[in-house]
């Protein structure tokens, strides 16, 4: 089993050298074009990390001047907080696009942010917030207690310093998983949480299932030509739909599978608004809820609803 010191020290990596290249790319994007975004990700040599959808949107955006990059990376929370948690809030946004003059420095704009937030108090930080209605919280500013109730919530950018971020919650309870993964999920073409999952599989103990919206198989399978990477033995992909068909004045529609959860060992549940792509891991607002216990009524619930959707998906044949 992949240890926790193991996981943090990943993430920190990935925190400290990929993510600032993927910020960069994006405002190269935005700013320079898709041939440009190509080439930037191409000659650094990092994945591509963006899904069609996602392209388009930064694509739309038009140029992005030096203040909105700056507020983009107060907004976010990966390098901006870099102090330590239960899980590494691991992650980063140094930007750049070609044109020098709207190059932030992430290191310094880590320093003031930190600086601002040492000098609010903690009842500042609640705000109006009854921190005895925040279970498990422990409000010396340790919040390891809070992640190991039976139920919690987790909010991207995290609500607190010290919680962990989504996504690397998310790799490591894959990376932990000793017997099996259920995942339901809507779109899914976040590259690092594939990676956990073909490294889950290595030791031929884990078996992963994932239920797939049909609508957005494509996008995965071109997260994978992209990256040049193989679906690997102990690793299924089903198509899943909605309940429909739909009748409209147009034609039958089919309903989305738009369900997001991840069931591992039986024993761990996240669901919530989180979609597996890199825009709901460093740029959107996003929930999940955190729930453990093989016998919790809530794990059990998404337990069937994933036997009752698994019988009617069909599987995916990815050579």
């Known amino acids: 089993m992949t240890s926790r010191k193991a996981v943090e020290k990943n993430q920190t990596t990935m925190a400290d050298s990929t993510l600032p290249l993927q910020y960069e790319a994006v405002f190269i994007l935005a700013n320079e074009g898709l041939d440009s975004y190509c080439e930037y990700v191409e000659s650094n040599e990092i994945t591509f990390f963006l899904n069609d959808e996602e392209e388009r949107y930064f694509q739309d955006q038009g140029r992005i001047s030096s203040s909105e990059r700056k507020e983009f990376i107060l907004k976010t929370s990966r390098l901006v907080n870099k102090k330590p948690g239960p899980a590494s809030s691991s992650g980063g946004e140094d930007q750049g696009s070609g044109d020098n003059s709207d190059n932030v420095d992430a290191s310094s704009t880590t320093t003031t942010t930190e600086d601002k937030t040492d000098n609010i108090s903690k009842e500042d930080a609640l705000d109006s917030t009854d921190a005895s209605n925040v279970v498990g919280m422990d409000m010396s500013g340790d919040y390891t207690l809070f992640t190991k109730q039976p139920v919690y919530v987790l909010f991207q950018p995290p609500l607190y310093d010290g919680l962990?971020?989504?996504?690397?919650?998310?790799?490591?309870?894959?990376?932990?998983?000793?017997?099996?993964?259920?995942?339901?999920?809507?779109?899914?073409?976040?590259?690092?949480?594939?990676?956990?999952?073909?490294?889950?599989?290595?030791?031929?103990?884990?078996?992963?299932?994932?239920?797939?919206?049909?609508?957005?198989?494509?996008?995965?399978?071109?997260?994978?030509?992209?990256?040049?990477?193989?679906?690997?033995?102990?690793?299924?992909?089903?198509?899943?739909?909605?309940?429909?068909?739909?009748?409209?004045?147009?034609?039958?529609?089919?309903?989305?599978?738009?369900?997001?959860?991840?069931?591992?060992?039986?024993?761990?549940?996240?669901?919530?608004?989180?979609?597996?792509?890199?825009?709901?891991?460093?740029?959107?607002?996003?929930?999940?809820?955190?729930?453990?216990?093989?016998?919790?009524?809530?794990?059990?619930?998404?337990?069937?609803?994933?036997?009752?959707?698994?019988?009617?998906?069909?599987?995916?044949?990815?050579?």
């Open 164 to 319: 962990p971020h989504i996504q690397d919650l998310i790799c490591e309870s894959i990376l932990n998983a000793r017997s099996n993964i259920r995942i339901s999920m809507f779109v899914f073409t976040d590259v690092f949480i594939y990676n956990s999952l073909c490294q889950a599989t290595t030791t031929g103990a884990v078996t992963i299932d994932i239920l797939l919206d049909a609508t957005q198989v494509e996008q995965f399978l071109k997260m994978l030509g992209k990256n040049c990477l193989n679906v690997p033995d102990g690793l299924n992909i089903c198509l899943n739909s909605g309940t429909g068909p739909y009748q409209r004045n147009t034609g039958a529609t089919m309903g989305l599978a738009h369900e997001k959860f991840l069931i591992c060992d039986e024993d761990k549940a996240i669901f919530g608004s989180y979609n597996y792509t890199w825009s709901a891991a460093n740029i959107n607002r996003e929930n999940v809820v955190v729930v453990s216990g093989k016998q919790h009524p809530i794990i059990r619930s998404l337990l069937q609803q994933f036997n009752k959707m698994q019988e009617t998906c069909i599987l995916f044949e990815t050579d």
